[in-house]
């Protein structure tokens, strides 16, 4: 077992408590990947005018078919149709109590988001959560110096004995059990580790298409992976791709959000999440990132990227209202302090190479409740 893997599974590592848990509660075992194939997507809201400058680029990742299987009511069986796995009195009660011990203390506002759920899908959320947050340590703890290709690799496989009902650990076991309960597809999860692998690759990105597929990767698969714990309002009209494409897009525009809040820290890892082309555009190089200086050019280019990922949010904001009613909260909460993270570069004037944007805890709590009445309103006020 080398370092990293041994640092994500190895139950002596307490530095970061839970998350790194594991009670080697069943064997890993190597299972088939279910391949799917994706088609292509295209929004047909948004002109073509607008998709050049902000940019939904045309890619071959596209999501019907995971919204198809995802959508089917029956797809509640392991890959290999396994059901349910038989576990000691209370274990399972204990490893979703992990999960969300791990969701408060490292993701206080989806946990905050997650208390007006149903038990069920609360339980579901932190278990995706924990899944979600010990792929993105295997590239970004303290250990990701020695993540190879073979400790992703291996990351997968126990993902698909999560999906065969072989968990691993107890905080795979409860994401067995929340995959055997929801229609949860395995390709989001597949793909997020891709996104991890991309990011070992690669640290530059030539344009906005190289870009927005990272951005799905990492994040538009949180938002496929939420959508069918959190539920469509039975009420909503929208077709259900245009909800997960807005879901996609709420995981689009944090991600991107991310990386403009980030710009300098990534840089001193040797890191440029930024379009390559669009930096020519406005007369800026990597060396204009490195030598942190914020110029009137810099100032310009940022405005445009916080245009960009101002508009994913705008166009995530339709199908946040078409969830079930009791998980809209969370998700207007996620939407509107990611946003507000962008006003904060803007209020540092652009300055996100020696500066890193936030929201400060009283603007937080103040955003909450707005987001709870933004949560009230019906489905069938927004147009189709
Ligand atoms: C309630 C709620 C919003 C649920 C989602 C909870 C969940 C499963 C989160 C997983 C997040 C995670 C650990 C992802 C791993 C990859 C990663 C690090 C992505 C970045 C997240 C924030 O990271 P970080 O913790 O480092 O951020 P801070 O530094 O602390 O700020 C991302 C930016 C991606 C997050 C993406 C989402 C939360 C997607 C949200 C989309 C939905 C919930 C779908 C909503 C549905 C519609 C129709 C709009």
Known sequence: MDATFCYATNPCIKARNYVFFSKNYTKT?????????????RSKRIPQTELSV??????????????????????LTGLDGSRGCSYPPMFLEEAYERCRDICAEYAKTFYLGTMLMTEERQKAIWAIY?????TDELVD??????????????????????????????????????VQKFPLDIKPFKDMIEGMRMDTRKNRYANFEELYLYCYYVAGTVGLMSVPIMGIAPESSLSSQTIYNAAIYLGIGNQLTNILRDVGEDASRGRVYLPQNELAKFGLSDKDVFSRKVTDRWREFMKEQIRRARYYFDQAENGATQLHKASRWPVWSSLMLYKMILDSVENNDYDNLTKKAYVGRTKKLMTLPVAYTRALMNPSTVCP
């Not at 902000?54 to 959508?71: A, K, Y």
């Not at 290709?149 to 795979?172: A, C, H, K, Q, T």
């Open 54 to 75: 902000h940019g939904i680029p045309s890619t071959d990742l596209l999501v019907q078919e995971i919204v198809r299987r995802q959508s089917q009511k029956n797809n």
């Open 130 to 134: 924990v899944w979600c947050r010990r």
């Open 29 to 41: 075992s190597a299972i088939a990947e279910a391949a799917i194939a994706i088609p292509k997507r």
């Open 141 to 178: 703890g303290p250990n990701a110096v020695h993540l190879s290709s073979s400790v992703l690799d291996r990351w997968e496989g126990r993902l698909d004995d999560i999906f065969n009902g072989r968990p691993y650990d107890m905080l795979d076991a409860a994401l067995t059990d929340t």
